[in-house]
C-alpha cells in the first residue's frame, strides 16, 4: 500500500508539469514520445542491468561477494542526471499561456501566425 501511494505521488503530478510545459499544438508528441521511449528504455531494461551489474565481478571486488545491492546505481545514476538536466534546462511554466501557440513565453518560440 505504501509503495502504491509513493507511485502516486509521483505521476500524480507529472501530467500536471507535461501539459504545461509544451504548447498545444504539438502537447500530445512532445509528451508522449520521450515519455514512452524514456520508460521503455530506462524501465525496460532496469532488471537487466541491475542483475548484470549485481552479478559483475567489478561489483564483487568493490563491494564484497554479498552486494546484492549493487545493482542499484543503475537506477540511482538515472535520477541524478535526471534532477541535473531537469534543473538546468527546464523553465518556470507559471506566466505561459498554453492554450495558444505563437503567445510570447511559450517554450516553442513567440510570434504570431
Request: proline share 6%; hydrophobic share 45%; aromatic share 12%.
Amino acid at each position: 500500500m505504501g509503495l502504491a501511494r509513493a507511485v502516486c505521488m509521483v505521476y500524480g503530478p507529472i501530467a500536471a508539469f507535461l501539459v504545461e510545459l509544451f504548447p498545444t499544438r504539438i502537447r500530445y508528441t512532445s509528451m508522449s514520445l520521450p515519455y514512452h521511449l524514456g520508460n521503455g528504455w530506462f524501465g525496460g531494461f532496469l532488471p537487466l542491468i541491475a542483475t548484470a551489474v549485481t552479478a559483475s565481478a567489478w561489483a564483487k571486488a568493490t563491494f564484497g561477494d554479498g552486494a546484492i545491492y549493487a545493482g542499484l546505481i543503475y537506477p540511482i545514476a538515472v535520477c541524478v542526471l535526471t534532477v541535473v538536466v531537469g534543473g538546468l534546462f527546464v523553465k518556470e511554466t507559471r506566466e505561459h499561456r498554453i492554450d495558444e501557440e505563437g503567445s510570447p513565453g511559450t517554450p516553442c518560440g513567440g510570434g504570431g501566425r
